[in-house]
């Protein structure tokens, strides 16, 4: 056995079909830390296969089911012969290969392909167990479809990019093998590993394609990501409130006790308790009020703290909803005729969470604003250089990281228009108002990889200002780990030079979640 082998065989396993999936979950199997399996239990496969048999009736009893034995949206009243039922399923595929745009990068389609699975292995989606036990197949063995990221309106659900899921699975399209650096046809990947590409059967082509799973699947990550800028941003704060000399006493318990948002309190609270406050209050300055980027910060981290909720219960529901059209009612043996793959929900929650991140994105820069201004940073050297002082006249420290952080902000705040606002009447006006809610999806990434080159500018500004004023030895023992998780990227700023390589190695671990895996027991 190989390590890779048995690697694998040590992983956990998630379970999808009988228990909702959280977004936890489906970043884990995106991330390919776990392995995913089905159900063993009768009941759950009874379940699967009655919907599939039912299917199956209908169709030997010539019974009318859309998308099954008529064409597609504004085609629905153009009948298919008998004969040329089984071909439908490779014609929606096919036709809607058309997406364009940069391609989900690989952490992202194996989200969309846990998402499809979780919401088909409900059983309300009329789709074989051989159909879900090939999904689970790519997600283990990491063949995973690659999917152009545009060309979705949000309803009837994501259908031309998850079209690269069903293309994959009758063994056309291109997919990932093993990891990112590699994509091939997946023809070639059947042929090396054996096996058949599968042949699906009546309506499965429209359950895997008319469904929301782009959409939510990109929603989860963003929530993740979104957590992790709270933290980042807190932790941020808590430096700067020593580098700027501010005032501990703007985070009072009582205080904060007067206006009752949960998640604003708790953002105070970690900055009391990070600050130490007892010794910060003896460093601060004779101003009685800080500027607004320090001493509103819970107020504006704390909108994203306070609607948590709200955002994971809309994900979470879309999740672990059935959301193709029709329905295949496996209990009472009914089709039943919606509108599930509307994304609604998910819109709302990315356009309201694009809009959270860029608030924060924007307080970021606002204290970096002051960081590097001698005439409000309270003592600092012009743009944080820690150059000696016959070096000064030559050295600009952080003049252009500041600049850089005013463009990304910028970017950010300008991509928060919402998207579910510019529906489009499409498909010869049968979908006529349309969700956009993977536009709104793909937006909040954008906002939130804007933001996450902002806090990585802002670690090593912060740092960097806390060392120049000579508080390192008075942090408290989660600020003071902070700055040695940032130092494991950045090395304080004598001399200019370049610090892409830094700001980069700080993303990229942002995108891996260290700061979130190290301080989250301490938020």
């Avoid at 399923?89 to 979780?118: K, M, Q, W, Y």
């Avoid at 054996?194 to 499965?204: F, I, S, Y």
């Avoid at 924007?362 to 003592?379: E, I, P, S």
């Avoid at 969700?435 to 906002?447: E, H, K, L, N, Q």
Wanted: proline share 4%; hydrophobic share 40%.
């Amino acid at each position: 056995m190989n390590a890779s082998q048995m690697g694998s065989m040590i992983k956990p396993v998630v379970i999808v079909g009988e228990q909702p999936l959280s977004i936890e979950d489906v970043v884990a199997v995106a991330r390919n830390e776990c392995r995913v399996a089905l159900p063993e239990t009768n009941a759950w496969r009874e379940l699967i296969q009655r919907g599939a048999d039912f299917l199956d009736q209908l169709l030997a009893d010539e019974g009318v089911i859309y998308g099954v034995t008529t064409g597609y949206g504004d085609s629905c009243l153009v009948e298919i012969p008998m004969h040329q039922v089984h071909e439908l399923p490779l014609h929606l595929s096919r036709f809607h290969g058309c997406g364009l745009g940069e391609n989900l990068d690989l952490i992202t389609a194996r989200a969309v392909v846990v998402t499809r699975l979780c919401s088909l292995a409900r059983g309300y989606s009329g789709v074989s167990l051989a159909l879900l036990e090939r999904l689970v197949w790519m997600l283990n063995e990491n063949v995973i479809p690659v999917i152009p990221s545009e060309g979705s309106v949000g309803a009837s659900g994501d259908l031309t990019p998850l079209s690269y899921i069903a293309g994959a699975l009758v063994g056309e399209r291109d997919v990932y093998d093993q990891d990112q650096s590699r994509v091939v046809p997946i023809a070639q990947v059947y042929v090396e590993k054996g096996l058949q590409p599968l042949t699906l059967r009546p309506k499965e082509g429209l359950a895997l394609m008319n469904g929301t799973a782009v959409m939510t699947a990109i929603a989860c990550l963003n929530y993740k990501k979104a957590e992790q800028i709270s933290l980042a941003s807190t932790l941020i704060t808590a430096l700067n409130v020593w580098a700027l000399e501010g005032n501990p006493s703007h985070f009072d318990e009582v205080l904060f006790a007067q206006k009752p948002h949960q998640g604003q309190q708790q953002i105070a609270q970690q900055l009391r308790v990070w600050l130490n406050s007892e010794v910060q209050t003896a460093h601060q300055s004779p101003r009685l009020q800080d500027r607004y980027s320090l001493r509103c910060a819970p107020h504006i981290i704390g909108v994203f703290e306070d609607s948590k909720t709200w955002l994971r219960q809309f994900i979470e529901n879309e999740l672990n909803s059935s959301n193709d059209n029709p329905l295949i009612d496996p209990i009472h043996l009914r089709v039943l005729h919606g509108g599930h793959f509307y994304g609604g929900h998910i819109a709302q929650a990315m356009d309201s969470l694009k809009i959270m991140i860029a608030n924060i994105a924007d307080l970021m820069d606002r204290q970096m604003a002051q960081l590097v201004d001698h005439k409000m940073n309270h003592g600092l050297p012009r743009n944080l250089t820690g150059s000696s002082a016959d070096r000064l006249p030559l050295n600009h420290g952080f003049k252009a990281v500041q600049i850089g952080v005013s463009a990304w902000t910028a970017e950010a705040l300008k991509n928060t228009l919402a998207a579910s606002i510019f529906s489009r009447s499409t498909e010869c006006h049968n979908q006529d108002k349309v969700s956009m809610g993977t536009i709104a999806a793909r937006d909040a990434t954008r906002v939130i990889t804007l933001t996450q080159q902002v806090l990585a500018a802002l670690c090593c500004a912060s740092v960097q200002a806390v060392h120049l004023k000579g508080v390192e030895s008075k942090l408290s023992p989660t600020l003071q780990a902070f700055v040695a998780w940032t130092l494991q990227s950045f090395a304080l700023l004598e001399e200019d030079r370049p610090l892409q390589t830094e700001l980069q190695q700080i993303i990229d671990r942002f995108d891996n979640f260290e700061l979130f895996n190290q301080f989250v027991d301490q938020a």
